[in-house]
């Protein structure tokens, strides 16, 4: 049973633990005892995951009027569920601002920090270290559409889903590393690289909505992206077929695409990345181990 699946039974419980003690106080109020210490008096989030740099935290409260991280109001599910993202730099300090009747209270965690790997890449096409100018207008505009379908902020709740591996097989590349393409220090590495042949069938690691589905960007080749709800996207880049259409829904498990070594590459592989919102996240905080290494 993965952490998530667990978390849903757990959540399950809380839920019913919450239902319990208000049904219990409303009851019998005197015979409640004091509590020795109060902490807090706002419902405390419960987080799953851990806080470190790139991770993406499954959090559940019990009925407020908001909560608040990095200056964004987050979307709260019926049943309280809701998922923020760690970008790569985090800093050390986070908090959650959780308001209700009125009243405000700041819940603190501390974000572990990762040191990320250096990867030197020799033999990328000059043309996609170097864009010439007249690339210039074609790659703002591929960035732009890229940036639009990763902010779409929908209440699909395909996030609390246990995700798998869209493929299987050796991992070529991770999230965060400082990149070096022949010799030229260039933005990290955001995604994880699964090296497999072209026409290689990638599936949907859960349920999800195609929001961009594009043929050959100049970097990322062919491109699709899959919105999981809140914010949480995944993108997979550099294939060489799409097999699903923009708004189409798709299934956890079902083949969305074909590897390729399209964009900027030495060879096909499969690279898969994640946003929480603009945040760029990391993809190995939510999956279990390869069950085929
Ligand atoms: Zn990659």
Redesign the pocket.
């Known amino acids: 049973m993965s952490m998530i699946q667990r978390f849903g039974v757990l959540g399950g419980i809380l839920s019913l633990a919450w239902m319990f003690s208000v049904s219990a106080l409303a009851a019998t109020p005197t015979d409640v005892a004091p509590p020795t210490m109060v902490e807090h008096t706002l419902p405390k989030p419960i987080i799953r995951g851990e806080w470190v740099q790139g991770a993406v935290l499954i959090g559940q409260i019990a009925p407020v009027d908001s909560i608040e991280f990095m200056g964004r109001e987050l979307s709260i599910d019926p049943d309280g569920y809701f998922v923020i993202g760690l970008g790569r730099d985090y800093p050390t300090k986070a908090r959650l601002k959780v308001s209700l009747n009125g009243e405000s209270e700041a819940f603190d965690y501390t974000v572990k920090q990762r040191s990320y790997e250096i990867q030197r890449i020799e033999g990328v096409p000059k043309q996609t270290v170097n864009p010439d100018p007249e690339h210039l207008s074609r790659i703002r505009a591929e960035a732009a559409a890229a940036r639009r379908a990763r902010k779409a902020d929908t209440k699909h709740q395909y996030y609390r889903q246990p995700f798998q591996w869209p493929l299987e097989g050796p991992i070529?590349?991770v999230y965060g590393s400082q990149r070096y393409y022949n010799g030229e220090p260039r933005r990290p590495?955001f995604?994880?690289?699964v090296a497999a042949p072209t026409g290689t069938v990638v599936v949907a690691p859960v349920d999800g909505v195609v929001t961009l589905a594009h043929d050959n960007m100049f970097f990322s080749g062919g491109t699709l992206i899959v919105d999981h709800g809140h914010g949480l996207s995944s993108s997979f880049?550099?294939l060489s077929k799409i097999l699903v259409a923009e708004g189409a829904i798709v299934k956890q498990g079902q083949p969305i695409a074909e590897v390729g070594a399209t964009g900027r590459?030495t060879g096909p592989?499969l690279?898969w990345r994640m946003n929480w919102y603009d945040q760029r996240v990391d993809p190995q905080t939510l999956v279990p181990e390869m069950s085929r290494p």
Request: aromatic share 0%; hydrophobic share 25%.
């Open positions: 070529t590349g590495h995604g994880v690289d880049i550099h590459v592989h690279d």
